[in-house]
């Protein structure tokens, strides 16, 4: 596959009078070696090259060679123009994505925050349970206390009544 380049209409002069070569995609100075420019590649200088030479034949004209760089200027900017559209388009699906992201996110955080609600909200009950429960512990072991001496009390009463009175022999 030959590939074609372009050379800029303002370095064009200095190509065609020799003071700059072309290397692939590199315009070199024909004096010093060092690189004077980078061209573009075109696919649509291919298809345009027969023409220009024909044209250039025809007329003896440089301008056939401007016209044509012209040309092929115009194709290259319609096809990065091109580009950069379906470009923009594919930004356009990931900011779509990236939104559609968030909303889940602020959905999941919404979730995570419900479901910490709930769970505080069980855990409080539970706590309430459980000071419920030592309470009617605390309150059961205090009664059983007061039955005990109760009982206590009452049984050495009655051993003190046991000893105080006199058996009387009939």
Same mark, same amino acid.
């Not at 995609?25 to 004077?36: P, R, T």
């Not at 950069?84 to 955080?109: E, H, N, R």
């Given at each position: 596959?030959?590939?074609?380049?372009?050379?800029?209409?303002?370095? =064009?002069?200095?190509? /065609?009078?020799?003071?700059?070569?072309?290397?692939?995609?590199?315009?070199?100075?024909?004096?010093?070696?060092?690189?004077?420019?980078?061209?573009?590649?075109?696919? @649509?200088?291919?298809?345009?090259?027969?023409?220009?030479?024909?044209?250039?034949?025809?007329?003896?004209?440089? %301008? @056939?060679? %401007?016209?044509?760089?012209?040309?092929?200027?115009?194709? =290259?900017?319609?096809?990065?123009? &091109?580009?950069?559209?379906?470009?923009? %388009?594919?930004?356009?699906?990931? =900011?779509?994505?990236?939104?559609?992201?968030?909303?889940?996110?602020?959905?999941?955080?919404?979730?995570?925050?419900?479901?910490?609600?709930?769970?505080?909200?069980?855990?409080?009950?539970?706590?309430?349970?459980? =000071?419920?429960?030592?309470?009617?512990?605390?309150?059961?072991?205090? /009664?059983?206390?007061?039955? /005990?001496?109760?009982?206590?009390? /009452? &049984?050495?009463?009655?051993?003190?009544?046991?000893?105080?009175?006199?058996?009387?022999?009939?």
């Amino acid at each position: 596959m030959t590939y074609s380049f372009v050379v800029p209409p303002e370095l =064009q002069a200095m190509w /065609e009078a020799g003071k700059l070569i072309r290397r692939g995609a590199l315009l070199i100075n024909a004096n010093g070696g060092g690189i004077v420019a980078h061209l573009q590649e075109t696919g @649509a200088f291919s298809v345009i090259q027969p023409l220009g030479s024909v044209l250039s034949s025809l007329t003896g004209v440089t %301008s @056939a060679g %401007s016209l044509v760089t012209g040309a092929i200027s115009v194709v =290259q900017n319609e096809q990065i123009k &091109r580009r950069i559209d379906v470009m923009q %388009s594919m930004l356009g699906a990931m =900011q779509g994505l990236q939104v559609a992201t968030l909303a889940g996110s602020i959905a999941s955080l919404g979730v995570s925050a419900a479901g910490t609600a709930i769970v505080c909200q069980r855990l409080e009950k539970l706590r309430r349970d459980v =000071q419920s429960t030592h309470d009617s512990v605390l309150a059961f072991r205090n /009664e059983w206390r007061a039955y /005990e001496l109760q009982q206590l009390l /009452e &049984r050495r009463v009655s051993c003190l009544l046991c000893i105080a009175e006199p058996v009387h022999a009939s």
